[in-house]
T-cell receptor
Framework: KAGVTQTPRYLIKTRGQQVTLSCSPISGHRSVSWYQQTPGQGLQFLFE???????NKGNFPGRFSGRQFSNSRSEMNVSTLELGDSALYLC?????????????FGPGTRLTVL | KQEVTQIPAALSVPEGENLVLNCSFT??????LQWFRQDPGKGLTSLLL?????REQTSGRLNASLDKSSGRSTLYIAASQPGDSATYLCAVEGEYGNKLVFGAGTILRVKS
């Protein structure tokens, strides 16, 4: 069964631009979460979507937004890019049934802001 | 606010050695704890998940334990191999929502 996929894998943007990242969860998984990983801050939670609704949000500015579609695919958007937004952006999906809630991560999108 | 700490930050061992990675968390009200492996520049690979009601989980040469009341987990790797070299991350999920709080990780190097 296919894992979590993320596109694109690499992106280079300049300050002030905006960017959209995409995540396709494992088939049947309804929850999609996004994380930012930087050398200084480590892995930080951005937000989680379940059934097209944002259920949880981390401590990031409003420039970071997301959405989920009816097929559970999710997109994340960052507007007015800053140098500090350079990071590896990871998407995770989970089944959200029963008590076991293992999360599976994609390969990430490496964003570089110049 | 949940905080997760991993000790040591880095570890270098010869091949074949058994080793223990430590993880501690400040809020014991967790839903589960998950151990991940990350290779340089790559995504996270799930190794083991321990639910809050469980004490340990095993997968091959890996064994993870959880002491929820004291806020601690350990990952035991038996007979380490060079292919085990990676960063190991511990993450806890709170009782509400699907949000993982990660530790900074332990960088493991197994020398052949």
């Amino acid at each position: 069964k296919a894992g979590v996929t993320q596109t694109p894998r690499y992106l280079i943007k300049t300050r002030g631009q905006q960017v959209t990242l995409s995540c396709s969860p494992i088939s049947g998984h309804r929850s999609v979460s996004w994380y930012q990983q930087t050398p200084g801050q480590g892995l930080q939670f951005l937000f989680e979507y379940f059934s097209e609704t944002q259920r949880n949000k981390g401590n990031f500015p409003g420039r970071f937004s997301g959405r989920q579609f009816s097929n559970s695919r999710s997109e994340m958007n960052v507007s007015t890019l800053e140098l500090g937004d350079s990071a590896l952006y990871l998407c995770a999906s989970s089944l959200m049934t029963g008590v076991r809630n293992e999360q599976f991560f994609g390969p990430g999108t490496r964003l570089t802001v110049l | 606010k949940q905080e997760v700490t991993q000790i040591p930050a880095a570890l270098s061992v010869p091949e074949g050695e058994n080793l223990v990675l430590n993880c501690s968390f400040t809020d014991s009200a967790i839903y589960n704890l998950q151990w991940f492996r990350q290779d340089p520049g790559k995504g996270l690979t799930s190794l083991l998940l321990i639910q809050s009601s469980q004490r340990e989980q095993t997968s091959g040469r890996l064994n993870a334990s959880l002491d929820k009341s004291s806020g601690r987990s350990t990952l035991y790797i038996a007979a380490s191999q060079p292919g085990d070299s990676a960063t190991y991350l511990c993450a806890v999920e709170g009782e509400y929502g699907n949000k993982l709080v990660f530790g900074a990780g332990t960088i493991l190097r197994v020398k052949s």
